[in-house]
């Protein structure tokens, strides 16, 4: 499967997380799928000017996750605020193959407090 020219904006995502037993969530999940071939694509993919609050008693996972098995590209991440998440406040997983041309510019990202990564 392949997601192409995707756009995600002007969202206001609250309380982001997962109340009972073990388990993580996203605000914005972007997974074509895997099959471990590394033959996927992601393609001109656009997420600005979003707010996204994590819960802070629960399992919030992550603003924004990705899965990459193949090629992702052209992904352009900007004016967003992500506050609150456990894991980080986006993260991305390479299956295979790789991630190309990523533009990140003015973002905020704060109180996200377990392992402070992007």
């Known amino acids: 499967m392949n997601i192409k020219e995707y756009i995600v904006n ?5 309380n982001i997380g997962y109340a009972s037993g073990y ?3 996203y605000a914005i999940v972007l997974n074509p799928g895997t099959n471990g071939n590394g033959d996927w694509l992601m393609d001109s993919i ?3 000017n979003n707010v996204i609050y994590g819960n802070t008693s629960a399992n919030s996972g992550s603003g924004i996750f990705f899965l990459v ?4 590209t052209n ?6 605020i992500i506050v ?3 894991i980080a ?3 991305c997983i390479l299956c ?3 991630l190309g041309t990523f533009y990140s510019q003015y973002n905020i990202f704060y109180s996200n407090e377990r392992r402070k990564r992007v």
């Open 10 to 14: 002007y969202n206001v995502f609250e």
């Open 23 to 25: 388990g993580w969530s």
């Open 46 to 48: 656009y997420i600005y």
């Open 69 to 72: 098995d193949g090629e992702a």
């Open 75 to 80: 992904i352009h991440f900007k004016n967003n």
């Open 84 to 86: 609150n998440f456990d």
């Open 89 to 91: 406040p986006m993260y």
């Open 96 to 98: 295979a193959g790789q």
